[in-house]
């Protein structure tokens, strides 16, 4: 069994995959132009620096201030011109960059970290260093500062990181904390640094299965956009717990939040106005978010979204199909109003909760979403039956399908539909996604902001046997 504790989950592959490259490179067309032509990666990397902390994304609380970014900057100021030490790693003289200063050993980070097994993720935006090593470890290291947090456990080591040339330098205590090294040395004097790891067996430190989890999710990094270093450990747990899965279906899940609580872990919507916004029991809008809104056959709509309406009301009536709207736009006072008489009706939380969103958290809110008459009918109704089949090529989803309810938490509601650019539309009917799904296979993979060497952590997952 692997012996992990899922401390940090942010935000879980494809359990149907794109039957052409056309098709996945229509729905990535269409979440770039929808967003801007943004750099989805880039961008989130920026909005979380915006929003100031990632301790508080990765469940850590407030990171700032545990280490001195001054004395980091003077440590490199420091540096002494000489010949540089030789490095060796387990007795092999390695060409890896190091210097001493002020009595602190400092080595350049990511190639020591590599060699032995560890895949390093970086944020630019945060200046922060993720680790996903081959015993099963997850590491988080913010540059300039001496705190490492291995598997959730904080660690002070006395001495910070420092940048030098576009290049991170740790400390040797800390990459040897990092990497849980059996021994290391320095010696000024001697102008050499050495530290020692067993790799094999590797069973010394987990079973012979684990390794085979262990390497099955590590060899995802270079195969998924999707994969965020953050999740190492809540992968590996819900691989073990869920061995039916495809592990790509495991990386989906375990992002989009399958794993949380339904109205835990809040996370606050930082793209209200953007098509493909993510806003369900887990991710919610600002107390004053108001979208622009203009009038369409007799109810509040976003523009697009209108404009499709009044196209598939016409393609359904020349089927034979009446389409009335029951609702379209809701704020969230209003939603407040309606979910609370809902309570005071003597319903339970819970009830409540089957078939309602709470304040904030419902798609309502976008401008972007309708309920169409009759509200809560038979399942086998032709209006649905019509909807299900026909709504995707206005643009338009069936938020809430029965079978999806572990990804959107309420009950199936084949009347409610959403507005999506008309390509990603179809690529989340021929694939069956939800807006959870398609956010994270396609409009904003690498929302978390981390980047890796693809082709590095191919070959450090191909290394465990």
Not at 246 to 253: A, C, E, K, T
Not at 338 to 350: A, L, P
Request: charged share 25%; proline share 4%.
């Amino acid at each position: 069994m692997v012996a992990v504790t899922v401390i940090l989950l942010v935000m879980p592959i494809r359990g149907a995959q794109a039957e052409t490259e056309t098709r996945t490179a229509a729905a990535t067309g269409a979440a770039a132009g929808a967003a801007g032509e943004r750099d989805a990666a880039g961008e989130r990397a920026e909005a979380v620096g915006a929003t100031g902390d990632l301790g508080d994304l990765i469940g850590l609380g407030d990171l700032s201030g545990l280490g001195d970014q001054g004395e980091s900057a003077g440590a490199v100021g420091a540096v002494r011109a000489g010949n540089r030490p030789a490095v060796f790693l387990n007795g092999d003289r390695e060409d890896i960059d190091a210097f001493f200063v002020d009595g602190f050993c400092y080595v350049a980070a990511r190639p020591a970290l590599e060699y032995f097994g560890t895949i390093v993720f970086w944020h630019g935006a945060a200046q922060t260093i993720a680790l996903n090593s081959r015993e099963g470890a997850l590491g988080i290291h913010r540059v300039g500062e001496d705190v490492i947090v291995i598997n959730g456990e904080t660690k002070r080591l006395g001495a910070p990181s420092v940048m030098k040339d576009e290049t991170t330098y740790m400390p040797i205590t800390m990459l040897a904390a990092l990497i849980n090294a059996d021994s290391f040395s320095r010696s000024e004097g001697e102008n050499v640094i050495r530290i020692d790891k067993r790799f094999a067996p590797i069973g010394n430190l987990v079973s012979t299965e684990d390794q085979v989890l262990i390497k099955e999710v590590m060899a995802q990094v270079a195969e998924l956009k999707n994969y965020n270093p953050l999740n190492f450990l809540a992968y590996l747990a819900y691989r073990e717990a869920n061995p039916e899965l495809d592990i790509d279906q495991v990386i989906l899940y375990v992002n989009i939040g399958v794993t949380k609580p339904p109205y835990s872990d809040i996370e606050i919507i930082d793209n209200p106005d953007d098509p493909f916004v993510v806003v369900d029991k887990n991710r919610q809008f600002a107390k004053d978010f108001a979208p622009e809104l203009t009038v369409i056959d007799g109810f509040r709509w976003r523009r697009e979204a209108g404009e499709a309406w009044v196209e598939m009301k016409a393609a359904a009536r020349a089927d034979g199909i009446s389409l009335t709207l029951g609702n379209t736009y809701r704020g969230i006072a209003d939603q407040r109003v309606n979910y609370n008489r809902k309570i005071q009706e003597g319903r339970s939380v819970e009830n409540v909760d089957a078939t309602n969103s709470r304040p904030g958290h419902s798609e309502h809110h976008t401008g972007y979403a309708a309920d169409i008459r009759p509200i809560a009918g038979r399942s086998d109704n032709p209006i649905y039956l019509w909807l299900a089949a026909n709504s995707y090529k206005y643009g338009f989803i069936v938020s809430f399908q029965a079978g999806k309810e572990f990804i959107h938490r309420y009950a199936p509601e084949p009347w409610h539909i959403r507005w999506f650019p008309l390509e990603a539309a179809a690529v989340m009917y021929e694939e069956n996604l939800t807006i959870q799904e398609f956010e994270n296979l396609y409009a904003n993979p690498g929302r978390h902001g981390f980047k890796t060497n693809q082709e590095t952590a191919r070959l450090i997952a191909d290394r465990i046997k």
